[in-house]
Every structure is written in structure tokens, then in C-alpha cells.
């Protein structure tokens, strides 16, 4: 989980805790979701009280991998105005520094620049073993990247390039440099690697 994501979630840890009722909706969409496991759910539902069954939901959830803050957020249904409020900071955040790793800071023009196949390739060739948290979240199911793998057995680059393709495609314009580098600091990857790939 990224580092902003932890720390939105502790700041908010009092407020959650005392307004959220996680056993109706929240745990059973997390687990629908494969966000918890089984023992997880049980463990959580174990608490003698609602308050620490979200205390300890709370304490799971960052180590649940890079798709677990925007699950939770999506199971907030019902509390929209807490979802909202947390939504409204990190909106904050990524306003204050969009890239406030290391103070790196990229133009403007190049973080609304939709990357072209060429640019893909190279991504593809410099992203490590973390290359499937980055196109999971980008937003790729667990099947699409299946299906890379498949269909590029023998080729980790072909397998990378295939998924970043795919999330271009459907994303169209909103498959931004920008939404790159959210996905890429979630993977603890920093965003730098992109000005080789834009050069």
C-alpha cells in the first residue's frame, strides 16, 4: 500500500473506528474481493466490539497490497461522507506533491502526455518483478494479466508491454503519464524511471 494511503488511513483511524459498521458491508465486500483472507475475516469478526473490529481491520489493511486502499474506499458505500472526506484529502495530497518522493517534479505537459507504443517498450524493459502491482493498479484484473503472461511465456518485456497496451487502450485518454507515476510510487518505484522512458 502507498506510503500517502497509510497515512490517510491512520490520521482517520479514531473517526473510522467510531462511525463505520464493518461486519454488514465492509468485511464481506474486502473478502468478495480477495482483499481479506478467510482467517482475516474471522479474526476481525472475533472482536468483542465494532470499534476494535475496524481497529483491526485497520491494522490489516496495509499490508493487504497495492489494491487495498481504493477497495476500502469502494466499500464505504454507505458512509459516502467519510469515503468523500478521505477522497477530498488525498485529492490534497497528489495536489501538494504529486511526486513528493524525493522532491522529483516533472512538467506539466508531460504528465497529461498519453505514452506512445515506444514509450510502453521502454517502461515495460526497466520496470523489475514489481511490474504486476503497477498494472494491477492501473486497474488490469487478475485474469488480464493471466492472460499477458500466457500469451508471452517466454518474454517478461512482451508480458509487460501486452498490459500496459491493454490498460492504454481501454483507458484512452485518461491512460495518462500521470496515472503512471500514481501507479508506479504505489509500487514503491520511483516515478524518475519515467523521464528515461519520455526522453
Wanted: with cysteine.
Amino acid at each position: 500500500m502507498d506510503p500517502v494511503h497509510k497515512e490517510i488511513l491512520r490520521k482517520h483511524r479514531l473517526e473510522l473506528s467510531s462511525q463505520i459498521l464493518v461486519s454488514d458491508t465492509v468485511v464481506p465486500f474486502l473478502y468478495q474481493e480477495n482483499i481479506l483472507t478467510e482467517s482475516q475475516v474471522e479474526e476481525i469478526e472475533s472482536q468483542i466490539s465494532n470499534k476494535k473490529k475496524t481497529l483491526r481491520l485497520l491494522d490489516i489493511l496495509p499490508s493487504r497490497g497495492p489494491l487495498a486502499f481504493d477497495t476500502f474506499l469502494r466499500s464505504l458505500e454507505e458512509f459516502s461522507w467519510l469515503r468523500d472526506k478521505i477522497l477530498q484529502e488525498l485529492q490534497s495530497h497528489r495536489a501538494a506533491g504529486l511526486s513528493s518522493k524525493d522532491d522529483w517534479h516533472s512538467p506539466e505537459a508531460f504528465l497529461e502526455k498519453v505514452p506512445s507504443d515506444r514509450e510502453l517498450s521502454r517502461l515495460a524493459s526497466r520496470l523489475g518483478p514489481e511490474w504486476e502491482s503497477v498494472l494491477l493498479d492501473l486497474g488490469l484484473s487478475a485474469e488480464a494479466l493471466f492472460r499477458c503472461r500466457a500469451d508471452h511465456s517466454l518474454s517478461t518485456h512482451g508480458q509487460v508491454l501486452a498490459g500496459l497496451v491493454q490498460w492504454r487502450r481501454s483507458e484512452g485518454k485518461k491512460a495518462t503519464a500521470h496515472r503512471l507515476v500514481q501507479s508506479l510510487q504505489a509500487a514503491d518505484i520511483h516515478p524518475s524511471i519515467l523521464e528515461e522512458v519520455f526522453q
